[in-house]
């Protein structure tokens, strides 16, 4: 399934249709015997609804790709007044735009106290492409340097957009527990 959809249309029909897409996006005439008709702007994820000759009603359903995130570090415990770096990967489905050969993607890095508290933010960081040989290896590396002052649960979250709409579901990694001693 694709995230970025171009829907187009085949009329094996020996008479002509139309389609109508609702939000007006897109408008197609099908004369008899066309193949491939395409509506000529990209659909987002999302529902659109849209009739063929004002009376069939269908919808294009167009699912967001997966994203990941993770986090890590050298270690769970630190000095009081030592830094940890952590680090990530951000990795999106193959259906997506080519982000790992231009673009660099954001993710938030938040951090609480323990469980009683809520996260907040406290960077973004640029998530780079990482150069890899192999095709099936694409993803995107983070790095940020943190000296927590006392206990730190951290998370990262992947939830930037490209202008126009939806490519990617959100993303979330699991949360890392940073005890700092004496």
């Known amino acids: 399934m694709s995230v970025l959809a171009y829907p187009a249309w085949v009329n094996q029909d020996t008479v002509a249709h139309t389609v109508v897409f609702a939000n007006g996006r897109c408008s197609l005439q099908l004369p008899p015997g066309t193949g491939f008709v395409s509506c000529p702007k990209a659909f987002f994820a999302g529902d659109y609804p849209y009739t063929v000759d004002g009376e069939i009603q269908a919808s294009l359903v167009v699912a967001p790709d997966w994203r990941t995130v993770t986090l890590g570090a050298r270690s769970h415990t630190i000095h009081r007044g030592s830094a940890l770096t952590l680090h990530g990967k951000l990795a999106v489905g193959t259906g997506s735009p ?6 660099r993607m954001p993710v938030t890095v938040l951090a609480r106290p323990d469980r009683r508290h809520p996260f907040h933010r406290i960077a973004v960081v640029t998530a780079k492409p990482h150069r890899s040989l192999s095709p099936g290896n694409a993803h995107s590396d983070w790095r940020l340097r943190v000296r927590p002052g006392t206990n730190k ?3 990262v979250e992947a939830n930037s957009q ?3 709409g939806q490519y990617w579901r959100q993303a979330r990694s699991k949360p890392f527990r940073v005890r700092v001693g004496r």
């Open 98 to 103: 080519p982000v790992f050969q231009g673009p």
């Open 153 to 155: 649960i951290y998370i």
């Open 162 to 164: 490209p202008k126009g």
